[in-house]
């Protein structure tokens, strides 16, 4: 292919082509006469670019020196204005193409790269045509997998990379869109504070249909567990691999989260406007699995109401932090990450998605933690904690929707397990009475021990001593 033939003369990685797709040349496709830049919204510094020249040849003072993984085509950062973005030279019909999806995927709120312009109709100084470029926003302090990986991964933060890539993979599945070349060299890895995402950088093969089959989708998974395999066992015999990285393990790991992740969303897809017990049980499951959720999103849909559950991984103590930030509840990670569901569901319910989470956790705060936790009984506030007795108030009100078939409201479940689970779980004065009458029958040192005179060998007599008065009788 004639493009390709000049690229590897041009950028030594291209030289690695496999292959390309057969449908860049369309017979009858003619390049525009004048330089053409299709995009969203204009930026005139776009028009100051030496597009005349390759993009291998560009000047240096012009490129943006951040990491970039292995592609076959020529790839640059490039600084525009404020903005860097990142060009690669390819096909007309491929820019076209990827430039489309990269739309569609954005409308749909997936992660991917942004497209920004398609440019074509370059010709060098001679006039000769030049292949087009395809403009993306750089994404901000995302990494390419080569440059974590040959760091000194923790085994978790390698879990969590692949457990990313697997909420890519079943988001952009659940969107209906079939990658056809999944690997670890075409997702880009974003650390950001607590969370971890994976996001999509090379849509080329890519196709947004309305629903996929299992067949598609088993294709993505298959192809994305020989392509990890591959490129981290690149990555080993180039010494760049840490030594305990079980390469297969981590292939195999990406279809099992996968499989657990796809049946946990896909459970129950619709539900009633007094379900959200429903949503509840999906969102446990995914906590279980070592999911997080992201924020709930409830829509109205003809036949009910319809809630997105999106999941995401986030490093260990997320939850606290978050709920100590939002509420000044320092609590333990479960309590914490049970909490901020609770939180979610309040917001998605009360319609008030839009607002500022921390305005909606003081009014949380305000009409559903609080009152719950004044309610549980003196007696007991010895004993419980009120994150935890929330928790369970959680998990009561929980069973009792289940066993109803609908919600039911907060006050109704507090009553309840007040009077029938708290008291099973935590000591009454009466128990706390026998309990210590029980702990001190045991107890040698027993009132006969120094009452007792003559057993009294030391000669010491409290009869006879002036101070004893005042703690013996
Ligand atoms: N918008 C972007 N933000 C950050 N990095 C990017 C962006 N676009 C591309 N890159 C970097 O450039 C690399 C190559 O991009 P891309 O995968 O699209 O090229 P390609 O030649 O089509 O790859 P392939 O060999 O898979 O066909 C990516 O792995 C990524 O590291
Ligand atoms: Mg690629």
């Known amino acids: 292919m004639q493009a390709s033939m000049n690229l590897s003369q041009l950028d030594p990685r291209a030289g690695r082509a496999t292959s390309v797709l057969a449908e860049d040349e369309k017979p009858g496709a003619a390049e525009p006469e004048a330089l053409n830049i299709t995009a969203a919204s204009s930026n005139p510094k776009m028009f100051t670019l030496p597009w005349h020249k390759p993009l291998a040849t560009w000047p240096e003072d012009l490129l943006a020196n951040l990491p970039r993984g292995i592609s076959r085509h020529v790839v640059r950062f490039v600084h525009v204005g404020d903005e860097v973005y990142a060009m690669k030279e390819i096909t007309r019909q491929m820019a076209e193409r990827e430039y489309e999806i990269l739309r569609r995927l954005q409308k749909l709120e997936l992660p991917a790269v942004r497209p920004i312009a398609v440019v074509t109709g370059r010709h060098d100084a001679n006039g000769e045509p030049l292949e087009a470029i395809l403009v993306t926003k750089h994404l901000k302090f995302s990494l390419p997998y080569r440059a974590l990986f040959a760091r000194n991964l923790r085994p978790d933060t390698a879990e969590r990379l692949i457990d990313a890539l697997a909420v890519l993979l079943v988001r952009l599945h659940l969107a209906g869109f079939y ?18 995402s994976a996001f999509l950088v090379d849509a080329e093969t890519g196709d947004l249909q309305v629903n996929l089959t ?11 567990r020989t392509n990890i395999i591959g490129e981290l066992m690149d990555l080993s015999s180039g010494k760049l691999l840490p030594g305990d990285v079980d390469e297969i393990e981590v292939g195999n790991r990406l279809v099992e989260r996968y499989h657990s992740l796809w049946s946990a969303l896909t459970d129950t897809d619709k539900f009633g406007p007094d379900e959200m017990w429903k949503i509840e049980k999906r969102v446990n499951k995914l906590n279980e699995l070592g999911f997080d959720v992201d924020e709930l999103e409830m829509k109205t849909e003809e036949g009910g109401k319809r809630v997105l559950v999106r999941p995401r991984v986030v490093d260990a103590g997320y939850a606290n932090r978050k709920l100590l930030r939002l509420t000044g509840l320092d609590v333990q990670e479960n309590q914490a990450r049970r909490l901020l569901n609770d939180l979610d569901a309040y917001r998605a319910s009360t319609w008030r998605e839009g607002e500022d989470l921390e305005i909606v956790a003081t009014d949380w705060m305000r009409e559903v933690f609080e009152p719950t936790v004044r309610s549980i009984p003196r007696e007991y506030r010895s004993q419980i904690e009120p994150a935890q007795f929330f928790h369970e108030v959680l998990d009561h009100r929980w069973f009792l929707a289940e066993k109803a078939g609908h919600d039911v409201p907060m006050s109704e479940a507090v009553t309840s397990f007040i009077k029938n689970v708290l008291p099973g779980q935590v000591l009454n004065k009466k128990d706390i009475d026998t309990l210590l009458e029980e702990a001190d029958s045991g107890v040698i040192d027993d009132e006969s021990t120094y009452y007792d005179n003559d057993a009294d060998d030391d000669g010491y007599n409290p009869d006879f001593d002036p101070d004893a008065a005042v703690w013996s009788h």
């Open 179 to 196: 990658w056809g070349d999944v690997s670890l060299s075409n997702v880009l890895f974003l650390r950001d504070a607590d969370a971890f």
């Open 214 to 224: 299992e067949g598609q989708r088993e294709y993505d998974i298959d192809l994305a």
